[in-house]
């Protein structure tokens, strides 16, 4: 068995993740450990208001959660009695016994798992302290339970991808979902999960989900009074649907909580700038024609590339999103080489050498111009003087252009001569 614990901020944000499996038949609650109820005699509110009336206890402490989850080997088998059965001594034994918690078992992995949402409030408004929880109280209990409920031990278990992702949102489509829910979830999961330093790296992280985060027009009433917008986008980024005003957001994603975390946020991404440096120049070793192809290229590594566009559709910017390890970086804060004019430098010489016929054909224009008699005196002397084919095309060229680009208009005549008069 392998236990990975997560303190989110907010335990909103662990129960929403459970829950909206739950409705997507994807998990199922199978355990309430410490409620009046059933799990499954409960709605989400009732699950939520057991949580809040601990927390509500405690306003100093700054993590209130514990998201919890067991991992087990893909070739064991386990009953929803023998699962709950497991939480519960792995809840005792960590010190969570006497706490609410749920208990949701997951379908949509390789391996059989569960996942456990706890509060750290206690009854008395003191809060149970998880520094190192995992390293000391958590892996007691785990080779324990390994011990007496005869698991695989996690020593011997496969190497499984078992992080916790408490962002588990797809594209919203206007019509086909609850609008304000919807908005709530993404902002929500977006703003707690990825790390941004400023508005257009936010709403790059947000577009890929068809949401964004509006500020109106610079001379209209919410733009002057630092207010802020969240909408729908359809397929083509038109804005969709009523506007839901961030104040009314129980996460409280206003401009000017966003902009404490923009402070916040950059000493905690600057580590993870060479990962996506390196997906990118691995990117062009596939060659792409254009930016579109690198786009998709990027894609594949769960990079989501936004092109920053001016009104007259003229690019002048790039922001990547690592998916992965869930962080916004312009192209040129990852350096000058990943600006979009560098980019498309890069592109266009790729292209240069990806062209076997290209040097060939300028070799065999050189050769024909070398063979035809009386061509630029001077290029004769160069070429007895060794000078390479290369430069001797580069002038020629550069002669023609000049004279096609020369407006006929502005070309000397020849002034005839005048023929001297017999009779004077």
């Known amino acids: ?37 059933e799990a499954n005699e409960m709605n989400f509110y009732q699950k939520l208001q057991r949580f809040e009336n601990l927390n509500k206890l405690n306003d100093r402490a700054t993590t209130k959660t514990v998201h919890i989850s067991l991992n087990f080997d893909p070739k064991e088998t386990f009953s ?29 992995a390789g391996h059989p798992h569960i996942h456990i949402v706890a509060t750290t409030i206690q009854a008395d408004g003191s809060r149970i302290n998880t520094h190192n929880i995992g390293r000391n109280q958590s892996e007691k209990a785990r080779k324990e339970i390994e011990r007496s409920f005869n698991l695989v031990k996690a020593e011997h278990q496969k190497r499984l991808t078992l992080s916790l992702k408490p962002l588990d949102v ?25 790390s941004f330093t400023s508005l257009p790296e936010f709403n790059a992280a947000l577009k890929q989900f068809n949401v964004i985060a509006d500020r109106g027009v610079e001379d209209g009433m919410i733009y002057k009074t630092g207010g802020l917008l969240y909408r729908l986008l359809d397929e083509a980024g038109n804005k969709v649907g009523v506007p839901i005003k961030a104040s009314s957001i129980y996460s409280k994603p206003t401009l ?72 916004v970086f312009n192209g040129s804060d990852l350096g000058k080489t990943y600006s979009v004019g560098a980019l498309q430098s890069r592109l266009t010489s790729n292209n240069e050498k990806a062209n076997p016929y290209q040097e060939q054909n300028l070799n065999n224009l050189s050769n ?56 004077q």
Not at 7 to 23: C, D, F, I, M, S
Not at 171 to 179: C, N, Q, V
Not at 266 to 288: V, Y
């Open 1 to 37: 068995m392998v236990a990975k614990i997560n303190t989110p901020h907010r335990l909103l944000t662990a129960l929403n993740y459970n829950e909206n499996k739950v409705q997507k038949g994807k998990a199922e609650c199978i355990h309430a450990g410490n409620f009046l109820l």
């Open 80 to 108: 929803k009695e023998k699962l709950s059965k497991i939480a519960c001594e792995y809840m005792n034994k960590i010190g969570f016994g006497e706490q609410p918690y749920l208990v949701y078992q997951h379908h949509d």
């Open 170 to 194: 797809t594209r919203l489509e206007y019509g086909k979902t609850e609008t304000k829910k919807s908005i709530v979830d993404v902002v929500t999961s977006v703003m707690n999960n990825y």
């Open 256 to 327: 000017a909580n966003l902009e404490k975390k923009f402070v916040l946020n950059q000493p905690a991404r600057e580590p993870l700038k060479q990962r996506i440096k390196t997906i990118i120049d691995t990117a062009f070793e596939s060659r792409p024609n254009d930016l579109k192809q690198l786009i998709t290229e990027l894609n594949k590594k769960q990079v989501y590339t936004v092109l920053r566009q001016n009104s007259e559709r003229r690019i002048y910017g790039i922001t990547f999103v690592d998916n992965h390890n869930k962080c």
């Open 368 to 423: 024909s111009f070398l063979k035809a008699p009386g061509l630029l005196n001077q290029q004769e002397k160069n070429i007895e003087m060794g000078a390479k084919s290369e430069r001797f095309i580069d002038i020629l060229l550069s002669v023609k252009e000049q004279y096609e680009n020369t407006p006929s208009n502005l070309l000397k005549k020849k002034r005839k001569k005048k023929k001297k008069n017999r009779d």
